[in-house]
Structure formats: structure tokens, C-alpha cells
């Protein structure tokens, strides 16, 4: 009996070190998926497969050799299938490699009804929304989830402030939500700005899923894990580093957003193409109003993704991202309400351009319904960049573009700054 025993015992343990063999054998498969996919060669290799039976089973005595081909079979038959899985499943599909908080975000259209094949709905879920969203979104999203909870906000940028925070912490803990539970976040930017930072502080942490609503969170905020709500009025004071589990894009969704908001979305994309990439910026220069949005989506993100991989923290390279924020931060302060931040953005990329960019850009905004014209007061412009930038103390690390697709970081004085905006609005009255 003790015999028995002592052998099934040695089972278990060889049973438990296989499965972790095993675990470290699927991840090497999906490594290699990976690389053939983005290298664009076959998944199946046959040839590979027998050479592989044969040597393996060189090294087993001659009565287990044809129990171990079969073995053998079934792990590769396992391992294909996770490969095939893997090719359907990575259509669409970007990895942001950022270590244990690395991640997937996928473009898809039509995917918000298979969400629950990529996150892991089987919890409790705070289903985050706000009242200009399409209710139907988080209701098809609330649907997959075993427990979901919708909370939906009023609309605005008003929304993202301590007290809508607290409400959100509230709510988990009302519904005794645990370390293990989740947040989802359906909205633009200012629903996953809180959303992001309700899941980064609730016990510490919890896991947090993306799912963007409008151009500009499907192609910038969604990802690179900058989560905050404002103070008095201070944008994203109170915030944290919180990167999502998972990025679900339907660029479907986009139907329902005002064309004002999608232009808005696009010009932060136009700006990563101005800094980055060149390709991106003809696609915006060949772009006819009514043409999908997937692959611009889908190359901004991954601009975005390769800058967040190199600087987390934003404490050098991910300041590029602020191209034309500087005078466009001024711009929205001095137009008061009137102009949207997306068009600020793209008036604030104008005066920090060549010549020969600034006429090609200038053609593209148009094309995209963007504004063109700084019409605001210029001292009230400055007097807000001034007011922005009071704690750097005599300039700013200004962002130019002489050509597109690459930029240049210049250290420059306020009046620098300000003869470079006082030039371009010369220019635009001739
Ligand atoms: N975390 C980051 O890295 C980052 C980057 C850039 C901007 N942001 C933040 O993002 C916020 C702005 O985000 P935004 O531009 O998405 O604005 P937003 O979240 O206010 O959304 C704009 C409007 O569109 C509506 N809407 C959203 N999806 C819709 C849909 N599918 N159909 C119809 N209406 C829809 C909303 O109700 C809202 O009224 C700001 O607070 C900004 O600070 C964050
Ligand atoms: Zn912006």
C-alpha cells in the first residue's frame, strides 16, 4: 500500500513540474506565433514536426518509443492549435511591452460583443460610462461580465474631479468588491482618465480594461497607463501610473461620435505623424472625409506604444507627445471654451513648423475640418503659456518639426517661444 502510495505521490510531483515545463513550452510557441506573424511567415512547419518526433525520441529506451511519439503528437497538436488560435486572434492585434504590465490592445471592429474572449469578465466588473456615450455600449459590454455594474456620469471634462472618484471607490465598495474584481472604462478620454485612476487606488490596485469610445482615446489616451482626475480646475493633478490589463478598440463605435469630436481625435494623430511618421502623414494627406479610420488607429497606437516601451514616466522621449501643446494650451485658455483641445493642438503645431511643413499641414487640417486661423488675442495667448509654464523659469523645452516625420527638441526662451507664434500670425495676415 506504502508502495503505492510513495508512487502516486511521485506522480503528483512529476504531474506538477510538467505543467510548469509545460506553461514554459506554450510561452516559447506563442514567442514564436508572434515572430512569424510580424515576419509574415507560415505558422505550420511539418518538416520541423518529424524531425522533431525523431529526435526527441532518441534518448527513450526502445519499449516507451512509440508511447512517447504519441505524447509527443498530442503537445505538438496542442501547441498548433495554440498557434492557429494566436494568428486569428492577433488580427488587429499590438503588444505593449512594458515588462510584468505588459499588455495587448486590439483593433477590431465589431469586437465590444466578443469582449469577453479577451478580458476576463468572470468577476465582479464597474462598468464605467458617461451620459453621452450610447448606452448600449457598456449595456453589450455589461452583458459578458458575470457581475457588472454600469455607473454612468454626466458628460465633460467636469467629470473627472475627486468627487466623481470617490463615487466610483464608493460604489466598489458598496458592491464589496475585492483585489481580484475589475474596472472597465466605456468613453473618451475623460472616462478613462477616472476610471484608470478609480482602479489604480481601490485596494491598492485592481485590474483595469480599456475600452475607448472616441478617436482621440482610440488612438492616444487609451494606452501608455497616465490615469488622474483634475483639482480646482487643474488639469490631471491628482493621478498615477496605471497600466491597463487590456485595450478593446471597435472603431465601430466611432458611427455615433460628432464629427467635431473625431477631427479633434485625428489632429493628435496628425501631430504623432508630424513627429514620427512620415508614411502616417501622406495616409492623412491622401485622406477623403467618410474613409475608415482602422489604420490610422491602428499606426498612431503603435507610434504611441514604441514611445510609452522607451519612457514609461514621461521623463524624456514621451515629452514629444506634447508637440504643439505648449501655444495650444494657451490657445484653449484664451479662447475660453470655445475651441475643443484637439483644435487648439492643431493650431498650437502650426507656428512650430518650417515653412514646408506648415503648408502641407496646414492642407491637411483643412481636409480634416480643423481650424486654421489663431483668432484669439495673442497677449492673452501668451499671458496663459506664461501662467502654464510659471514653474520653468525662463523657457520651455519646445518641440519643432523642419520635417515631417521627425522632430527636434530646442530649449528656448519665452520670447523665442513668442516670436515664433508673432511670425506665424504675421505670415497668416499677408
Ligand atoms: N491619459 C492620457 O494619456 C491622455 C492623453 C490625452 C488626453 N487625455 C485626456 O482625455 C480627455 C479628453 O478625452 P476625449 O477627447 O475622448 O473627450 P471626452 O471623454 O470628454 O469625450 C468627448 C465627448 O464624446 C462623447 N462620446 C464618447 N464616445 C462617444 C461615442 N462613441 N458616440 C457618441 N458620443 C461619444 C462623450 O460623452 C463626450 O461628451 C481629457 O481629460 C484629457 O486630459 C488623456
Ligand atoms: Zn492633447
Given at each position: ?62 519499449q ?5 511519439a ?29 515588462g ?56 465633460g ?43 489604480a ?10 475600452v ?23 488639469k ?28 479633434c ?88 513648423c ?53 522632430f ?23
Amino acid at each position: 500500500m506504502n508502495k503505492l502510495e510513495n508512487a502516486r505521490a511521485k506522480i503528483n510531483e512529476i504531474d506538477a513540474e510538467m505543467a510548469s515545463l509545460w506553461i514554459k513550452r506554450m510561452e516559447a510557441v506563442r514567442e514564436v506565433s508572434d515572430f512569424k506573424r510580424e515576419n509574415g511567415l507560415k505558422v505550420l512547419d511539418s518538416a520541423r514536426e518529424s524531425a522533431l518526433l525523431e529526435k526527441n525520441s532518441e534518448a527513450v529506451p526502445e519499449q516507451l518509443k512509440g508511447y512517447y511519439a504519441e505524447f509527443l503528437r498530442g503537445v505538438i497538436g496542442v501547441s498548433k492549435r495554440y498557434q492557429r488560435d494566436r494568428a486569428e486572434a492577433c488580427d488587429g492585434l499590438i503588444r505593449l511591452e512594458l515588462g510584468d504590465r505588459s499588455y495587448d490592445i486590439l483593433v477590431r471592429r465589431g469586437e465590444l460583443k466578443n469582449a469577453a474572449k479577451h478580458l476576463d469578465l468572470d468577476r465582479k466588473a464597474l462598468i464605467v460610462t458617461d451620459d453621452g456615450v450610447p448606452p448600449e455600449y457598456a449595456e453589450i459590454l455589461a452583458e459578458q461580465c458575470a457581475e457588472g455594474y454600469i455607473v454612468t456620469l454626466p458628460q465633460g471634462e467636469k467629470t473627472k474631479d475627486l468627487d466623481s472618484f470617490k463615487l466610483l471607490l464608493k460604489n466598489m465598495l458598496e458592491k464589496r468588491f475585492t483585489r481580484k474584481d475589475c474596472v472597465i472604462a466605456v468613453g473618451g478620454g475623460v472616462i478613462g482618465d477616472l476610471a484608470g485612476f478609480a482602479a489604480a487606488a481601490y485596494m491598492r490596485g485592481i485590474d483595469f480594461y480599456n475600452v475607448p469610445t472616441t478617436t482621440l482615446s482610440q488612438i492616444d489616451s487609451s494606452i501608455g497607463g497616465k490615469v488622474a482626475v483634475d483639482l480646482d480646475g487643474f488639469k490631471n493633478t491628482v493621478g498615477a501610473f496605471w497600466q491597463p490589463k487590456f485595450v478593446l478598440i471597435d472603431p465601430d463605435v466611432l458611427s455615433t461620435l460628432d464629427p467635431r469630436q473625431t477631427a479633434c481625435g485625428l489632429a493628435e494623430a496628425v501631430k504623432m505623424a508630424l513627429c514620427f511618421d512620415k508614411e502616417l502623414f501622406e495616409r492623412f494627406e491622401s485622406f477623403e472625409p467618410g474613409d475608415r479610420l482602422d489604420d490610422i488607429i491602428a499606426s498612431s497606437l503603435k507610434i504611441k506604444k514604441a514611445v510609452v516601451e522607451q519612457d514609461e514616466t514621461e521623463s524624456g522621449l514621451r515629452k514629444v507627445l506634447n508637440f504643439g501643446h505648449t501655444i495650444g494650451h494657451g490657445i484653449e485658455t484664451a479662447e475660453n471654451g470655445r475651441l475643443f483641445h484637439g483644435e487648439c493642438v492643431a493650431l498650437g503645431m502650426l507656428p512650430m513648423c518650417s515653412e514646408e511643413v506648415r503648408e502641407r499641414l496646414k492642407n491637411v487640417l483643412s481636409k480634416l475640418g480643423l481650424p486654421l486661423e489663431i483668432s484669439a488675442d495673442p497677449e492673452k495667448i501668451k499671458a496663459a503659456v506664461l501662467h502654464d509654464k510659471k514653474s520653468q523659469k525662463g523657457g520651455v523645452s519646445a518641440v519643432r518639426v523642419n520635417e515631417v516625420g521627425k522632430f527636434e527638441i530646442e530649449n528656448m526662451t519665452f520670447e523665442q517661444l513668442f516670436d515664433l507664434l508673432d511670425n506665424y500670425l504675421r505670415e497668416a495676415k499677408k
